[in-house]
């Protein structure tokens, strides 16, 4: 018997759906009843002065090298695809951006005084959902922006992360992957938004015992993400081993106290149960001198 879909899921699929129209045959995994949602219609246009930005775009930061580039296109071509707006609630005459606040932003660099839109009524709920799906299935957002958004979506329409990765097209381990980001320390973030780290260095600082001294290290030594796993990995086997021998055992306790009793210096045995080392500490060099003479039998 099929899953019967919540409440919070169907809202998803409307949003979905006002966003992608025809074009999306996964809200159903999503539980968007049929006969709920309209298909696109024709276009009309607005003028730009008429639309504002959608207070739920997860894009925190816009590429300005880029958007130059968008508006260079649109001048030679215009805006392909329409932007997707709603009635502002609370100013009449107006709409705010749902999915294109680039388009937009591009449009208006490139001197245009109306663009393409598809308007659709749609409530806060649906609205911050097509506006965060938009730019996720886009890949338009850096990493913590994704992550932050793939976290409000799954806690705000209380999806499993099977039903959030139909709807917009991503693989459930990609989801998993992302999200574990926002675990790394602020520092960290703040330099995967920014881009001086990427999401290959910042997955493997995950497995790092101090994220942030890990970051430095990359970003001062230059090293991709295979030279920031095998930093990991070699930090983590050290680790693994020095905690194996942190505690020594009652007998290598007493054999360390005998050790520096005999020889007058500080004795330390480490064993991991099947190898290990024997130090002995000296301060000075006729210390050295007289344990080397006691080792070889000339004392």
Do not use: C
Request: hydrophobic share 40%.
């Amino acid at each position: 018997m099929a899953k019967k879909a919540s409440p919070s899921s169907r809202k998803l699929g409307r949003g979905l759906a006002a966003l992608l129209g025809d074009q999306a045959p996964n809200l159903a995994r999503v539980g968007a009843p049929q006969g709920e949602v309209q298909a696109p219609s024709q276009p009309g246009s607005l003028g730009v002065d008429l639309l504002a930005p959608s207070p739920f775009q997860p894009r925190r930061d816009m590429n300005e090298d880029r958007l130059a580039e968008l508006a260079d296109s649109i001048r030679s071509r215009g805006v392909i695809q329409p932007i997707l707006v709603r009635p502002d609630p609370e100013q009449k005459g107006r709409y705010q951006i749902i999915a294109g606040e680039r388009r937009w932003r591009a449009s208006q660099k490139a001197g245009l005084h109306e663009v393409p839109v598809y308007i659709r009524q749609l409530d806060d709920t649906d609205a911050m959902a097509a506006a965060m799906v938009e730019n996720l299935q886009r890949s338009d957002l850096n990493p913590v922006e994704e992550a932050m958004g793939l976290q409000r979506l799954l806690q705000d329409y209380s999806l499993t992360q099977e039903e959030l990765a139909g709807a917009i097209g991503k693989s459930r381990s990609h989801i998993t992957n992302t999200m574990r980001l926002l675990n790394l320390p602020e520092a960290v973030l703040v330099q995967l938004r920014d881009g001086g780290l990427s999401a290959g260095h910042a997955r493997a600082l995950l497995g790092h015992p101090d994220p942030v001294a890990g970051m430095a290290e990359v970003l001062a030594k230059g090293l991709n993400v295979r030279q920031t796993e095998d930093l990991v990995a070699r930090l983590n086997k050290a680790a693994s081993e020095e905690k194996a021998v942190a505690a020594p055992a009652p007998e290598i306790t007493r054999l360390e106290e005998d050790l520096s009793a005999r020889f007058g210096l500080k004795t330390q045995i480490r064993f991991n149960g099947k190898s290990g080392s024997l130090k002995i500490n000296y301060s000075s060099l006729e210390q050295f001198e007289a344990l080397m003479a006691r080792l070889t039998g000339q004392s």
